[in-house]
């Protein structure tokens, strides 16, 4: 079994900066190389995508609301990454669930496509 763990999640202003951050751990597949991706889930809406990565890091893939302001890139460790957030405005508020699987070649925003998932972190932006 593949566990998913975010951190890094709360409370910050509008324009402030927060850095998410999610790791894999497990014996299933000890030598598997994951491509990740971040999602979030606003209050009445859907899940929709934000950022995925690589499982090289060579390509990265955002969302239109957050490109430019948001960078995904890998941890130090195998199987981790990084969500570096800047200028967030309260349209970012939800719960932030990071995706993983060591089947994508690439990346992908398809939620269908990740196997795995963390429990969520909740970023909160007041205006």
């Known amino acids: 079994q593949v566990r998913v763990v975010e951190s890094g999640g709360g409370l910050v202003q509008a324009g402030d900066s927060l850095r998410l951050s999610c790791a894999t751990s497990?014996?299933?597949?000890?030598?598997?190389?994951?491509?990740m991706g971040w999602f979030r889930q606003a209050p009445g809406k859907e899940r929709e995508f934000v950022a995925a990565?690589?499982?090289?890091?060579?390509?990265?893939t955002y969302a239109d609301s957050v490109k430019g302001r948001f960078t995904i890139s890998r941890g130090g460790a195998k199987n981790t990454v990084l969500l570096q957030m800047d200028n967030l405005n309260a349209e970012d508020t939800a719960v932030y669930y990071c995706?993983?699987?060591?089947?994508?070649?690439?990346?992908?925003?398809?939620?269908?496509?990740?196997?795995?998932w963390g429990q969520g972190t909740q970023v909160t932006v007041s205006s």
């Open positions: 990565i690589s499982w090289s890091g060579s390509t990265t």
């Open positions: 995706a993983a699987d060591a089947r994508i070649a690439g990346t992908t925003s398809d939620p269908q496509m990740y196997d795995y």
């Open positions: 497990g014996r299933t597949f000890p030598d598997a190389n994951f491509a």
